[in-house]
């Protein structure tokens, strides 16, 4: 069965830097993306970042600020986040299976997701 963990939130100030993980589980072979997305109360989830065949996408709003990568070995996405904003506070969450583009643009994924992880930063 798959499972996807994500782990790494907390609470930071503005300015300071976060790694968030995202472990995969029960799924066999590498044939698939892995996206961060984020949700505030009240608000759809919010594509941030993904990483597909090695190459890395990012929203406009974290790019030059985050960074996708991953290791293969240990079945493991990170997204390191730097420079974090008040408004990156969002509970994060990372999805496996595929890309839903629209109009060019990452808007959510088919799959399997995780139960997020909180990340508040502080003003």
């Known amino acids: 069965q798959e499972q996807v963990e994500e782990s790494g939130g907390g609470l930071v100030q503005a300015g300071d830097s976060l790694r968030l993980t995202c472990v995969v589980s029960g799924r066999a072979g590498s044939n698939y993306a892995v996206g961060w997305f984020r949700q505030t109360p009240g608000k759809d989830r919010e594509y941030v970042s993904a990483?597909?065949?090695?190459?890395?996408y990012y929203a406009n709003s974290v790019k030059g600020r985050f960074t996708i990568f991953q290791d293969n070995a240990k079945n493991t996405v990170y997204l390191q986040m730097n420079s974090l904003k008040p408004e990156d506070t969002a509970v994060y969450y990372c999805?496996?299976?595929?890309?839903?583009?629209?109009?060019?643009?990452?808007?959510?994924?088919?799959?399997?997701w995780g139960q997020g992880t909180q990340v508040t930063v502080s003003s």
């Open positions: 999805g496996v299976g595929d890309l839903v583009w629209e109009r060019g643009e990452i808007v959510t994924m088919e799959g399997t």
């Open positions: 990483i597909n065949w090695g190459r890395a």
